[in-house]
């Protein structure tokens, strides 16, 4: 041996791959997702009544063919993380629903998750753009954003409570 150790990449194991939102898993990363959103937002716990309020207000059930996409990241099989998308119009196509579980975190999934999202708006519903819509306390996604090319423009939507909109150009295959 010549006193050289290799490990693994950070990613070995993972995979991320289109699921139905309506599928139990996705159902149980969406909890997730809003009970850490509802905790960050108001600095406070939460109930399941009330995540699940959250949940009936803010459906996801549009996160299907042909108006939009669901994502599931697993690591060796079990879920981890997820991503949505959602068809704004020919052109563009709406992040929504980023989520990596804080087991995973800072090992490169979030950028995994954004790269398919990414992909699939370009390739598979031809968006040449891909925007998003996020909170001022949640400065590592804005981070992440602008780290993988996304701009800060004008409001798009009419969400309450975002804070932040993002835009990135995407090149379509081909």
């Given amino acids: ?13 993972w995979t991320v791959a289109t699921h139905p939102v309506s599928a139990p898993e996705s159902a149980d990363l969406l909890r997730r997702y809003y009970t850490e959103l509802i905790i960050r937002y ?48 020919t052109a563009t196509v709406e992040l929504t629903r980023l989520y990596v579980g804080p ?16 992909r699939i708006a370009a390739a598979d519903f031809g968006a040449d753009r891909i925007r998003l819509d996020t909170r001022k306390d949640l400065v590592e996604a804005r981070a992440l954003y602008a780290r993988h090319g996304y701009a800060e423009i004008e409001p798009y939507n009419d969400n309450d409570l975002a804070d932040h909109w993002f835009q990135k150009k995407l090149r379509r295959p081909g």
């Fill in 1 to 13: 041996m010549n006193g050289v150790t290799t490990n693994p990449p950070r990613t070995a194991g």
């Fill in 42 to 89: 108001y600095g406070r716990p939460t109930t399941d009544a009330e995540v699940t309020a959250v949940l009936a207000e803010m459906p996801s059930d549009d996160l299907v063919r042909p108006t939009g996409e669901f994502l599931v990241a697993r690591r060796d099989g079990a879920p981890v993380g997820c991503a949505g998308l959602r068809v704004l119009d």
């Fill in 103 to 118: 087991e995973v975190r800072g090992q490169g999934l979030a950028a995994r998750l954004l790269d398919e999202a990414e």
